[in-house]
Antibody, heavy 118, light 111 residues
Framework: QVQLVQSGAEVKKPGASVKVSCKAS????????MHWVRQAPGQGLEWMGI????????SYAQKFQGRVTMTRDTSTSTVYMELSSLRSEDTAVYYC???????????WGQGTTVTVSS | DIVMTQTPLSSPVTLGQPASISCRSS???????????LSWLQQRPGQPPRLLIY???NRFSGVPDRFSGSGAGTDFTLKISRVEAEDVGVYYC????????FGPGTKVDIK
């Protein structure tokens, strides 16, 4: 079945970087764009950016420009989201989500908790 | 940037009764291709979000028919015809016409 499996929880110090992975299975990896969305504790959903697994092109939310990098590895059907210069406000659950042709997010990863604390 | 608002932000409902959530965008969500990319997602406690409705009114695979979406332009509505216990959670509208933006979410719980 179609699924997205994300890497495990991370604890980082302020100023560090984190790299979260999202492994796709059950469908043709290069046929669907992938979003990254985050959710701070008790808060709503925040769109971070999108990557085209086919060519690797990306588009980032202005808020994260310069701090986020999204990449992919087609050999392992995995997308990655790296966030640098972490601060406490980056403590959140990070999700990957597949994009359909009707621009809905139809499949979601289980989420990866990133905690930023000194 | 398009800003999404939702009302109410909290909605206590009685089991078996209807519920309605409104979503408004700061500008029209009609895309140049003629489509309106407004979707609704449900997030149950402790779970990732789940797609309910796409392009205003299309129920996603496996979504019960008690969920329906309507609207046009800048005003949209999600309705639950008869709320069940499993419907408890937070509901988000999301626009994908110009970039991607979520609404703040509406918490639905049982009275």
């Amino acid at each position: 079945q179609v699924q997205l499996v994300q890497s495990g929880a991370e604890v980082k110090k302020p100023g560090a970087s984190v790299k979260v992975s999202c492994k796709a299975s059950g469908y043709t990896f290069t046929s669907y764009y992938m979003h990254w969305v985050r959710q701070a504790p008790g808060q709503g959903l925040e769109w971070m950016g999108i990557i085209n697994p086919s060519g690797g092109s990306t588009s980032y939310a202005q808020k994260f420009q310069g701090r986020v990098t999204m990449t992919r590895d087609t050999s392992t059907s995995t997308v990655y989201m790296e966030l640098s210069s972490l601060r406490s406000e980056d403590t959140a659950v990070y999700y990957c989500a597949r994009v359909t042709i009707f621009r809905g997010m139809d499949v979601w990863g289980q989420g990866t908790t990133v905690t930023v604390s000194s | 940037d398009i800003v999404m608002t939702q009302t109410p932000l909290s909605s206590p409902v009685t089991l078996g009764q209807p519920a309605s959530i409104s979503c408004r965008s700061s500008q029209s969500l009609v895309h140049s291709d003629g489509n309106t990319y407004l979707s609704w997602l449900q997030q149950r406690p402790g779970q990732p979000p789940r797609l309910l409705i796409y392009k205003i009114s299309n129920r996603f695979s496996g979504v019960p028919d008690r969920f329906s979406g309507s609207g046009a332009g800048t005003d949209f509505t999600l309705k639950i015809s008869r709320v069940e216990a499993e419907d408890v959670g937070v509901y988000y509208c999301m626009q994908a016409t110009q970039g991607f933006t979520f609404g703040p979410g509406t918490k639905v719980d049982i009275k």
